[in-house]
């Protein structure tokens, strides 16, 4: 199955909000409020850090929110700090596989 | 804390059998989905599969469907992903994940540390 559509990278300055965009189609991001969003670290493991689409779990900031309209779901990062740069990865669920995850976004903080 | 801890990083030859383990900690081992990813060296994320160790209830990825096997002993807390015949293309770091389920959705909410598996002859 293919992989949602993220930018390969987005990049801004300490303080400033950025957005990362999920591109999928109606079998997947646009059917169903199921999308979640993961941080990864260089040579680290994922980390949750938003599940149903807009829901945080417990300890992850709230400059961290998520958002869906039509086939695209978006995750905002607000107040930019330089310990947020990392890949970030959407995943939603698709009835073909039960879960797809996006081509991941690299994050630069300048 | 709830905690997932992997089996060590293998090195093995095209053809061999391989098996790597993933024990839970802190939480109902049985009642929780537990669940395969892979990322290949450089690349993103790939969903490979899961299992309900209650019952060994298992999903696999139709991309992985047939390529691996995934197990679960709810009697020691671990979960196995397993290969009868590796592969170069093998060659990734294999994490293992909690998985969450809401309807036939799933989200990973606690990660294991990876796994590295190379193929090589």
């Known amino acids: 199955q293919s992989a949602l559509t993220q930018p390969a990278s987005v990049s801004g300055s300490p303080g400033q909000s950025i957005t990362i965009s999920c591109t999928g189609t109606s079998s997947d991001v646009g059917g169903y409020n199921y999308v979640s969003w993961y941080q990864q670290h260089p040579g680290k493991a994922p980390k949750l850090m938003i599940y149903?689409?807009?829901n945080r779990p417990s300890g992850v900031s709230n400059r961290f929110s998520g958002s869906k309209s039509g086939n695209t779901a978006s995750l905002t990062i607000s107040g930019l700090q330089a310990e947020d740069e990392a890949d970030y990865y959407c995943?939603?669920?698709?009835?073909?596989?039960?879960?797809?995850f996006g081509g991941g976004t690299k994050l630069t903080v300048l | 804390e709830v905690q997932l801890v992997q089996s060590g990083a293998e090195v093995k030859k095209p053809g061999e059998s391989l098996k790597i383990s993933c024990k839970g900690s802190?939480?109902?081992?049985?009642?929780?989905?537990i669940g395969w990813v892979r990322q290949m060296p450089g690349k993103g994320l790939e969903w490979m599969g899961i299992i309900y160790p209650g019952d060994s209830d298992t999903t696999y990825s139709p991309s992985f469907q047939g390529q691996v096997t995934i197990s679960a002993d709810k009697s020691i807390s671990t979960a196995y992903l397993q290969w009868s015949s590796l592969k170069a293309s093998d060659t990734a770091m294999y994490y293992c994940a909690r998985h969450i389920r809401i309807g036939y959705y799933y989200y990973m909410d606690v990660w294991g540390k990876g796994t590295t598996v190379t193929v090589s002859s």
């Open positions: 149903e689409v807009n």
């Open positions: 995943s939603s669920y698709t009835r073909s596989s039960s879960v797809v």
């Open positions: 802190g939480y109902s081992f049985s009642t929780y989905w």
